[in-house]
C-alpha cells in the first residue's frame, strides 16, 4: 500500500531527526491526532511511547528512500534545471512524492551519483550508487567538470547569452560533434572534429558533454 | 535527419514560404538569402525590403513565426541542421588512416601549454625573441651601425654641405639640418633608429605567430590578464606594445570589446615602455642591477594595479576568452619575409609624416619660445619629485621621441649629476610619462579626442604621483641605490 504525503513527510522529519542526533525519540506534539500517525504505526513504521515517536527498523528503510528521493529532486532541479534557489525546496517537496521506485536510480546515474544535496547535505546511496562504485563517472558532465583526456559528445549547449551561444558556435561546437578536453588549467583547451580551441571558464561551462570514454 | 522529416518541421516550410516570395535576382541563391533573414541578418532584411518591397511584410512575418515556434535563436537551429548535414557528407567522403597515438608535435604543443614548462618556455621566447634578437642586435648593434656608422658619418654632413649652399638663411636652414631638423632628426630617426629596431621585430613577431605559438601564449596568460579587464587576445597588442606602442595601439583594434580596448590603450600608453626606450633604459641603469629591479617591479605594479582598478571602474561586462589553437608548424621563411617586408612597409608609410612633424613643431617650438616656456612649467613637477632642473628637458623632448628622452637622460647621467636614487626616479617616472606625439596621434585616430586627451591627462599626473611616491619611499626608509 502506498503512504500518503503526510505519512511520507512524517517519515521523513523522523529521519531527518534520527540523522542529526541518532536514537533520539521525538515529541509527538502537533502530530497528535493526526491520521496518518495510526495509520503509520498499524503498517509498522513507527513505534509510540509515552507521546514520543521513533522510526521501527522498517519506517528507517522508507524514511531513508524518501530523503534519498527529496535530496536527488533538489540536485536535479539546481544543476540540470536550473531553477531558483528559493523555489528548489518547496519543488523537491512536492516531487519526491511523484518519483515511482526505481526512478529516482535513473535521475542518480543521469547526475552521476551526486553525494550530497545543494545544501551539503548527504544523500543516501542507493542500489545504482554501489554498482557504480569501482566506475564513477557522469552521463552529461559540463566541458569544465569533465577530467582531462575524457571524450564525449556535444550534448547540448546551454546559455541565455545570445553572444556566447554564437562564440560557442562559431567554434563548432554543436550537439553530436565528438569532444575531448586536452588540459583544464590555465585555460581549457578542448579537441572538436579535427580542431583546437582554448576557451575560458566561462564558456566551457555552457557546454554540456554525454560522456563515451 | 531525413529529407522528409525535414520538410515537415516548422523551419523547412518557412524556408519554402520565403523563397517562393522572393522575387527579385539577389546574385545568390533563394535559400541563402531567407538562411540569413531566419538568422535575422540586418544588412540582408534592409536589401530586402529594398528589392522585394511588396512581399516585405509577408516575409518578415514567415520569418517570425519561425522564430517564435523555437525556443533558441534560429541561428543555432540552422546551425544544428547544417552541421548534421555536413557530418552526413563527411561521413560518407573521408576515412581516417589508423591513429599513430600522439605526435611529436602533440607532445611539444602539450609542454607549451602546461603552465608547469610553458611559463618557463615563455619566458625563453620573450627573452631570447625580443629582449636580445629586438634589444640587444635590433636596437643596439644594428642601430649603432646605421646610426653612427652611416647617417653621423657620412650622410648628415654631406646634407649639411648641399643645405649651406643652396639655403642661406639659418634659420630656415635648421628646419632641414638643425639639431632637431627633418633630415638630421626626422629622417635619421626613422631609418637609423625605427627601421632597425621595427624590422627585428616584426622578424620575431612574424616567426612566434607562423608556428602557431602566439594563441598557446594566449591560454597560459587568460587568467592573468582577466584580472586586469583584459583576455588572453590582449596578449598580441601587449607583446607588440614591447616593439613599438603605437603600432601596439592600432593592433588594440583586435580586441572585441570598447572596453578591453580602452584599457589596452591606457595600459600601453602608461606602463608599456616600447623597444626604443627599452633599449636606452636598460643601458641607463647598467651596473646598477638593484636599481633595474626596482624599476622593473615598480613598472609591473603599476600595470596590474592600473589594469585591476579600470577593470573594476570602468562599465560593460568582462572579457571572455576563446580562440583555436592551430597546430605547431615551422616557419616558412619566405612568409616571414613577406609578412615583415608588408609590414614595416605600411609602417614606414604611416610613421614617416609623423616624425617629419615633430622635427618641425620641435622647430616651432624652439623658434617662437614655446619650448623654453613648456620646460620651466615642467621644472616644477621635476623638482617635486626630486630631480635636478635639466631633467625637464629630457621630458619635454620624451614627448616627442620616447627614446629620445631617456636619451637625455642619460646625458645627465655622463655628466654626473644624477645620484643612483634620481636616476632610477627619472627612469621609472619617464617610462610612466606621456606616450609619444605618435602614439598620442594613435590615440585620438583610436579612440577619439577625448578618451585620447584624457588618457594623457591621466597618464601625466600618474607618472609624477609614481615618481614622488618612490622618492619619497627612498627617502623614508633611507634608501640608496
Known amino acids: 500500500m502506498k503512504l500518503n504525503e503526510r505519512a511520507e513527510e512524517i517519515l521523513e522529519t523522523l529521519w531527518v531527526n534520527n540523522e542529526k542526533s541518532p536514537g533520539e525519540w521525538m515529541d509527538l506534539g502537533l502530530a497528535k491526532d493526526n491520521p496518518e500517525i495510526d495509520e503509520l504505526l498499524k503498517l509498522g513504521y513507527i513505534k509510540l511511547i509515552n507521546n514520543r515517536l521513533s522510526l521501527s527498523d522498517k519506517g528507517m528503510i522508507e524514511g531513508r528512500k524518501i530523503i534519498r528521493r527529496h535530496r536527488l529532486a533538489e540536485r536535479l532541479f539546481t544543476d540540470v534545471l536550473d531553477i531558483k534557489e528559493k523555489l528548489v525546496h518547496p519543488v523537491s517537496c512536492q516531487f519526491e512524492h511523484l518519483l515511482q521506485e526505481g526512478i529516482e536510480d535513473d535521475i542518480c546515474v543521469l547526475l552521476g551519483h551526486p553525494k550530497t544535496c545543494p545544501h551539503g547535505k548527504s544523500i543516501p546511496p542507493g542500489e545504482c550508487c554501489r554498482k557504480s562504485q569501482k566506475d564513477i563517472k557522469k552521463i552529461i558532465s559540463v566541458l569544465s567538470e569533465m577530467d582531462v583526456n575524457q571524450k564525449g559528445k556535444v550534448a547540448y549547449i546551454y546559455t541565455k547569452d545570445n553572444p556566447t551561444l554564437q562564440k560557442v558556435m562559431a567554434m563548432g561546437v554543436l550537439p553530436g560533434m565528438a569532444i575531448n578536453l586536452v588540459q583544464k588549467y590555465p585555460s581549457y583547451v578542448f579537441q572538436v572534429g579535427q580542431s583546437q580551441f582554448a576557451v575560458d571558464k566561462e564558456i566551457a561551462s555552457v557546454i554540456y558533454v554525454r560522456i563515451t570514454k | ?481
Open chain 2, 1 to 481: 535527419m531525413s529529407e522528409q522529416k525535414y520538410a515537415d518541421d516548422v523551419l523547412g516550410s518557412s524556408f519554402k514560404k520565403i523563397e517562393l516570395m522572393l522575387q527579385a535576382d539577389y546574385g545568390i541563391s533563394k535559400h541563402s538569402i531567407g538562411s540569413l533573414l531566419l538568422q535575422g541578418d540586418d544588412e540582408i532584411i534592409s536589401l530586402v525590403k529594398l528589392k522585394d518591397p511588396e512581399n516585405f511584410s509577408k516575409i518578415m512575418e514567415a520569418v517570425n513565426f519561425a522564430k517564435s515556434s523555437y525556443n533558441d535563436p534560429l541561428s543555432y537551429i540552422i546551425a544544428i541542421q547544417n552541421q548534421g548535414k555536413a557530418n552526413y557528407i563527411i561521413e560518407r567522403a573521408m576515412e581516417y588512416g589508423p591513429s599513430k597515438g600522439i605526435s611529436y608535435r602533440e607532445k611539444i604543443s602539450k609542454v607549451m601549454i602546461d603552465p608547469l614548462t610553458g611559463i618557463p618556455i615563455m619566458l625563453l621566447v620573450l627573452y631570447y625573441g625580443i629582449y636580445k634578437f629586438v634589444g640587444d642586435f635590433g636596437a643596439g648593434v644594428l642601430v649603432n651601425f646605421i646610426e653612427n656608422g652611416i647617417f653621423i658619418k657620412y650622410i648628415n654632413p654631406l646634407v649639411i654641405k648641399i643645405f649651406i649652399k643652396i639655403i642661406p638663411w639659418e634659420v630656415l636652414r635648421s628646419l632641414f639640418t638643425g639639431e632637431y631638423g627633418i633630415i638630421t632628426l626626422g629622417v635619421r630617426y626613422a631609418v637609423a633608429l625605427i627601421f632597425p629596431i621595427v624590422t627585428t621585430f616584426f622578424i620575431a613577431f612574424a616567426v612566434i605567430e607562423d608556428s602557431g605559438y602566439l594563441p598557446r601564449l594566449a591560454l597560459l596568460i587568460d587568467r592573468l590578464f582577466k584580472k586586469i579587464g583584459l583576455s588572453g587576445r590582449a596578449v598580441i597588442p601587449m607583446v607588440l606594445g614591447l616593439g613599438c606602442d603605437t603600432m601596439a595601439t592600432m593592433v588594440t583594434r583586435t580586441l572585441p570589446t570598447k572596453r578591453e580596448r580602452l584599457i589596452a590603450t591606457i595600459l600601453l600608453a602608461l606602463a608599456v615602455p616600447c623597444s626604443a626606450q627599452l633599449g636606452v633604459i636598460l643601458s641607463l641603469l647598467e651596473g646598477n642591477p638593484k636599481g633595474l629591479w626596482v624599476w622593473v617591479g615598480v613598472i609591473t605594479l603599476v600595470f596590474v594595479f592600473v589594469g585591476f582598478v579600470s577593470s573594476k571602474i570602468l562599465p560593460g561586462e568582462g572579457p571572455s576568452f576563446y580562440m583555436e589553437v592551430p597546430p605547431l608548424r615551422l616557419p616558412k621563411l619566405s612568409n616571414v619575409f613577406l609578412k615583415t617586408w608588408t609590414r614595416v612597409k605600411w609602417y614606414f608609410i604611416e610613421i614617416l609624416p609623423v616624425f617629419i612633424l615633430v622635427s618641425v613643431f620641435i622647430w616651432i617650438g624652439q623658434l617662437t619660445g614655446i619650448f623654453n616656456f613648456l620646460t620651466m612649467l615642467l621644472t616644477y613637477p621635476i623638482r617635486w619629485i626630486g630631480l635636478p632642473d635639466k631633467t625637464a628637458v629630457a621630458f619635454l623632448f620624451g614627448f616627442f621621441r620616447r627614446d629620445y628622452g631617456a636619451g637625455g637622460l642619460y646625458d645627465i647621467k655622463k655628466a654626473g649629476l644624477f645620484t643612483g636614487n634620481q636616476l632610477v626616479v627619472a627612469c621609472i617616472t619617464l617610462t610612466l610619462f606621456l606616450p609619444c606625439v605618435a602614439q598620442f596621434l594613435m590615440n585620438i585616430k583610436e579612440r577619439g579626442w577625448r578618451a585620447a586627451v584624457g588618457i594623457s591627462v591621466f597618464v601625466l599626473f600618474f607618472s609624477f604621483s609614481v615618481g614622488y611616491l618612490v622618492n619619497l619611499a627612498f627617502n623614508t626608509f633611507g634608501i640608496n641605490l
